[in-house]
């Protein structure tokens, strides 16, 4: 650091005695009031009015200064990440704020008196977030109060495929589903997939209706994305049919033979008994 010295003892008035040449050194780089500086005396010369008639003696060669903290500011925002709902744990930020100077750490949180962290935050679920930031005052360096930045995960695009089961459900041979009526509403399970076929939605991602689904016809199933879930239908809404059909007439009692052996007698006579079905 460059000292400027004017001496104030001993001049006589009308004289002015300054010396230059002075250095100091403070005792470390770190802000804070009241520091010692060490004056390098070395190369000091003495200027002003009548200075030559003047010899100039140090006291002391250590002297009290302050090293101010330096302003850090955020001079860009953050950048949030373009997302789509994947089922993992995301970033939510693309880029991360600039800083002057750019050896100053910006701390991100999920809310503002959240954790602050220097990892960009992380997201999982579809859905609008709000990432904060700041400058964390340091010994050095002056802080910067949070702002905010909005961030979305974007629901996932669908275009998905109904798969049904449950007891006295048939699959036939072309694909369909049928039921044989029996009086009682037909409620099949719902497992839902992804257009690869394989890949299964979580039951609580969408919500089932049932529509005319106790007498013989057709009835429906209707899958539809619940509107806090991560999925969007592409098809929606998305529908698959089962057929309750009428139910087979079933023998309960099967005919018997009627009585003792028949020997022809030129009459009619009853060959079975009568058998029984519904």
């Known amino acids: 650091a460059t000292v400027h010295a004017v001496v104030e003892q001993g001049v006589l008035p009308g004289d002015v005695i300054t010396i230059g040449g002075l250095t100091g050194t403070f005792d470390n780089e770190n802000a804070g009031a009241d520091k010692t500086v060490t004056v390098d005396i070395s190369n000091a010369n003495i200027t002003g009015k009548n200075s030559e008639h003047y010899a100039v003696s140090y006291s002391s060669t250590t002297v009290k200064a302050t090293i101010h903290k330096a302003i850090a500011e955020i001079t860009t925002a ?19 704020a600039v800083v002057d100077p750019a050896s100053v750490p910006v701390e991100y949180a999920l809310s503002e008196d959240g954790l602050y962290s220097t990892d960009f935050p992380k997201g999982t679920n579809a859905g609008e977030y709000t990432v904060w930031y700041r400058i964390q005052e340091t010994a050095n360096y002056t802080g910067e109060a949070p702002q905010s930045v909005k961030a979305e995960i974007a629901k996932k695009p669908v ?57 013989v016809g ?15 239908f592409e098809n929606a809404p998305v529908t698959v049919t089962f057929e309750i059909q009428k139910e087979k007439a079933k023998v309960t009692a099967a005919p018997e033979a009627a009585g003792e052996p028949l020997v022809f007698n030129t009459r009619a006579q009853k060959l079975v008994t009568a058998g029984s079905g519904t």
């Open 218 to 232: 057709t009835a429906t199933v209707t899958v539809t994305a619940k509107p806090d879930g991560n999925y969007s």
């Open 78 to 96: 953050p950048a949030p990440a373009a997302l789509t709902y994947d089922g993992t744990e995301q970033e939510l930020i693309a880029t991360g």
């Open 159 to 215: 275009n998905p495929t109904i798969e049904l089961s449950g007891d006295g459900l048939t699959v036939e041979p072309d694909g369909t589903y049928s039921y044989v009526y029996d009086g009682n509403a037909k409620e099949p399970g719902v497992t839902l997939k992804e257009a690869d076929g394989t890949t299964v939605i979580p039951a609580g991602e969408y919500a089932v209706a049932y529509s005319n689904n106790i007498n």
